[in-house]
T-cell receptor, first 114, second 114 residues
Framework: DGGITQSPKYLFRKEGQNVTLSCEQN?????MYWYRQDPGQGLRLIYY???????QKGDIAEGYSVSREKKESFPLTVTSAQKNPTAFYLC?????????????FGPGTRLTVT | GNSVTQMEGPVTLSEEAFLTINCTYT??????LFWYVQYPGEGLQLLLK?????DKGSNKGFEATYRKETTSFHLEKGSVQVSDSAVYFC?????????????FGEGTQLTVNP
């Protein structure tokens, strides 16, 4: 089955530690995205990548970093500089091309930093 | 810039009631419009989409019509079920210089009681 895998589902870290969230897709999609979701709020875009070895900052990139070394993988690192890292993180992907631009989402990783 | 405004929740209905969740948008040109659904602890699933004025997206009994004159994309269902309880997100998609992006509303929590 094609899809997007995010692991782990739950992640716990101590304050001051960097942590990397995994996102893998076997849909052969070109573009990949990372979002953050806080309780009762919509999704905010952290980073996105249209092609391998290239990525752009989204609306809330501070305190996060990404890499895109392979088409199928787009890991997100939450650094110690992120002031409020506890949140639900969602990865998405889409095939490049014309509208309608829909994205397909993974199951998410819930990160708790104490 | 682009923005999406959704009807505030939470919305509580009895089974078989009629559902409307309002969504209006601000964008230049002709964005694509989407409704996504999120069940507790999961990622987002694409529910329906529309790419041009007067298009009607439909899926699983849900419908929404792209109204350019009122910049709206309201979600409707004639008879809700308990299993429809979830958070619903309206989103618009546009192609930008750095790639395509989605802009989300804040989500509307729907609870359907038996």
């Amino acid at each position: 089955d094609g899809g997007i895998t995010q692991s782990p589902k739950y992640l716990f870290r101590k304050e001051g530690q960097n942590v990397t969230l995994s996102c893998e897709q076997n849909l052969n999609h070109d573009a990949m995205y990372w979002y953050r979701q806080d309780p009762g709020q919509g999704l905010r875009l952290i980073y996105y990548s249209q092609i391998v070895n290239d990525f752009q900052k989204g609306d809330i990139a501070e305190g996060y970093s990404v890499s895109r070394e392979k088409k199928e993988s787009f890991p997100l690192t939450v650094t110690s500089a992120q002031k409020n890292p506890t949140a639900f993180y969602l990865c998405a992907s889409r095939i490049q091309g014309e509208a309608p631009y829909e994205q397909y989402f993974g199951p998410g990783t819930r990160l708790t930093v104490t | 810039g682009n923005s999406v405004t959704q009807m505030e929740g939470p919305v509580t209905l009895s089974e078989e009631a009629f559902l409307t969740i309002n969504c209006t948008y601000t964008a230049t040109g002709y964005p694509s419009l989407f409704w996504y659904v999120q069940y507790p602890g999961e990622g987002l699933q694409l529910l329906l989409k529309a790419t041009k004025a007067d298009d009607k997206g439909s899926n699983k009994g849900f419908e929404a019509t792209y109204r350019k004159e009122t910049t709206s994309f309201h979600l409707e269902k004639g008879s809700v079920q308990v299993s429809d309880s979830a958070v619903y997100f309206c989103a618009l998609g546009r192609q930008e210089t750095s790639g395509s992006r989605l802009t989300f509303g804040e989500g509307t929590q729907l609870t359907v009681n038996p």
